[in-house]
Each structure stands twice: as C-alpha cells, then as structure tokens.
C-alpha cells in the first residue's frame, strides 16, 4: 500500500508504504531479493519480509530527492511476489497524495476521539530498544528491553465503559446471536480449517504508553511474549466501536494492569518482553511506542 508523501524540514521528500495482507491466518516470509524488492535503485529499501495477516498502514518510509519529479514515471515501485501473484505499490508525487498528521492518525485508527488540537501539538513518543545477545541457540530465550520517554500529551482520555459479554456467545450481556442476522454457509461448503490460530491485530491502549513487539523481517520461527501490546497505566477499557474498529478488527491488550518495569507511565515507561527462536535464520525484530496517539518505531 502507498499511503502517501510528505515534505521534510531539510527540502526532501518521504514517501510512507504499508501493506495488505489478504490472508486472515497465514504470515509469509518473502526475503528481500528478486520476490521483495524496490525499483529503480537499490532493492532493499527497508521493507518488511515478514506479513502478518490483514492491513498494517505506514509500516515504513522511503526518503527521495526533492527533485525526483512529479510524474507517475518518476516514481519508485515496490513488488512483492508470493504463490506466484506479483503485487506492487507504486510510490509517487501526485499531489492529491500529499499527507500530514491528521491523515496519518485518521488512517491508523489511534487517535480518534481526541481535539484536533492535540493531533498537531503531541509529540512522538521516543522509543529505544536493546537486546541481552545477538546471538541465541534454537529453544532459548532472548530478553528484550524498550524505553519509552514523551511529552505530556495526550491528556488521559475517558476510555468509556466496559461493557461486560456473554462467555458463552461473545455478546454483550443481555442478548444473543439471535438479535443478529446469522451468516449461514451455503450447503456443502467445506468446514473452516482450525489448525492455525486466527490473527488478532494487537491495538495499544488509548491512554498512556505502551510497547509491542514485532517480528520485521525473518522465517516465521519466532515466538514473542506478550504478543500484545504491553501497557504503563493499568485501566478497563472498552474495546472501540464504529467505523474504525470494523474498518481495522483489532484486539486491544489482553491484561489490564501495568507491566512496565519503571517510569510514571505517561512521560516515560520501561518494558521487557522475550523472543525464543524455533528456526535458525536471521531475524529483524521491531518495537512499536505509542502514547495513545502516535507510534514510533524503532
């Protein structure tokens, strides 16, 4: 996915990439090469090579030269093949495309319900990330540490009530599948393979800081624990409703309470999680920092 382009302070130019993955289970690893590659220039532009299941927006940016040129001709092109179908993103400066902040946190899904005037005054979270080793044996863990620093916006947002479900049904207490239209299979239609787990897209909490993990780039050998986002103000919250969430299914984190090791949650936060390798290979691992508006990679 081209998400769009934006001018930098020093003249140059960013062109911000996600991507679609259509498949709800699987995650291929496409290594960067002749099936994961850039063009014209250089093919390793810092994609992924690793895709987890559904839409996952400004994964990464490219910088180009302020004059690379406004036509379609001028612009770069990101391919992906995988099971012999050739995708590509196609990154240019048309200017309909030209994005700022308020686009970003509209199409992240974070953000929404906050004054627009925090959009533009919040700050980025900061986010630095270290590993105990390098280098670990199949079966063992690696420790992972982030710290996260930020301004004081934005402020705490009422997370709204918690609205407790059916354990039986999922539905929220006092109705039942039945107050909604059913989707029935058409007959004969095979039954729904149950031998790998669905994806959930991990959603930070609304307020305070948090951290997840990620496998970049990599074989699918990895195992990260908590596979969620780990928060720095525990709080019930609510998982969003409306356009966004249907738009962009996510989960938020599955436990309530603060796990950061250090910090007052809100300006700064220390996490630790852990990675164990099933798979021998190389493998990019990436952190997410959030305040609950913007996120930060690192």
Known sequence: IYEGWQRDDDGGITLHFGYLNRNYREQPHVAIGPEN???????????????????????????????????????????????????????WLQPEWEIDEDTIIKNTGIGIGRAKAEWYA???????????????HIGDSLRLTAVVSDDELPARLNPGPVVEKNLTTGSPKGRTL????????????????????????????RNGLSVHWVVYRGPAGAVISPADFQRA???????????????????????????????????????????????????????YASDGMRLTPA
Not at 69 to 77: K, L, R
Not at 180 to 195: H, Q, S, T, W
Not at 241 to 253: D, F, I, K, L, N
């Open 178 to 205: 039945m107050d909604v239209p059913a989707l029935r299979p058409p007959n004969g239609a095979p039954g729904v393979p149950d031998n790998i787990e669905w994806y959930q897209r991990p959603r930070p909490p």
């Open 37 to 91: 590659y850039f063009s014209p220039g250089g093919p390793d532009r810092g994609q992924p090579s690793y895709f987890y299941p559904r839409t996952h927006r400004f994964q990464f940016s490219v910088r180009v030269p302020s004059d690379m040129g406004t036509a379609f001709e001028n612009g770069v092109v990101w391919t992906v093949t995988h099971n012999g179908s050739e995708q590509r993103a196609i990154g």
């Open 233 to 287: 103000v525990s709080e019930d919250e609510a998982e969003p409703g409306g356009t966004q969430a249907r738009r962009y299914p996510s989960v938020g984190p599955r436990s309530q309470v603060s796990t950061a090791l250090a910090g007052d949650g809100w300006t700064s936060a220390t996490f630790e999680a852990t990675v164990t390798f099933s798979e021998s290979g190389l493998y990019t691992l990436r952190a």
């Open 122 to 136: 919040n700050e980025p979270p900061q986010l630095s990330v270290g590993a105990v080793h390098e280098t670990v």
